[in-house]
């Protein structure tokens, strides 16, 4: 069972990245998903999350507006869509998929976790 995150790099202030998360050896459907990041020196933090059927989205405060999390369970892909990316939002992205249908914030209920593809925003 895997999750490979993709799509990460360097871009400017206000540019735009979409993520992908690439779930193999088993599907994730039935399974709520999200993305969270760790930024250097700090702790990992909640970004998104989407419901199994992807009628259901949660965002951060600090990503509201500008991120956007769907899914593709056709493909077994997750993405982030990322706009008007900020230098604070550099960071190690990772995908995960909750134990749950919905999605949520608490990174307990998280039990598959992905690599991690690095974003880095440019002043």
């Known amino acids: 069972v895997q999750l490979q995150a993709s799509g990460g790099g360097l871009v400017q202030t206000g540019g735009s990245l979409r993520l992908s998360c690439l779930a193999s050896?088993?599907?994730?459907?039935?399974?709520?998903m999200g993305w969270f990041r760790q930024a250097p020196g700090k702790e990992r933090e909640f970004v998104a999350a989407?419901?199994?059927?992807?009628?259901?989205?949660l965002y951060s405060d600090s990503v509201k507006g500008r991120f956007t999390i769907s899914r593709d369970n056709a493909k077994n892909t997750v993405y982030l869509q990322m706009n008007s990316l900020k230098p604070e939002d550099t960071a190690v992205y990772f995908c995960?998929?909750?134990?749950?249908?919905?999605?949520?914030?608490?990174?307990?209920?998280?039990?598959?976790w992905g690599q991690g593809t690095e974003v880095t925003v440019s002043s």
């Open positions: 050896g088993r599907t994730f459907s039935n399974n709520g």
């Open positions: 995960a998929a909750s134990i749950y249908p919905y999605g949520t914030s608490r990174e307990g209920a998280f039990g598959f």
């Open positions: 989407i419901n199994w059927r992807g009628d259901s989205t």
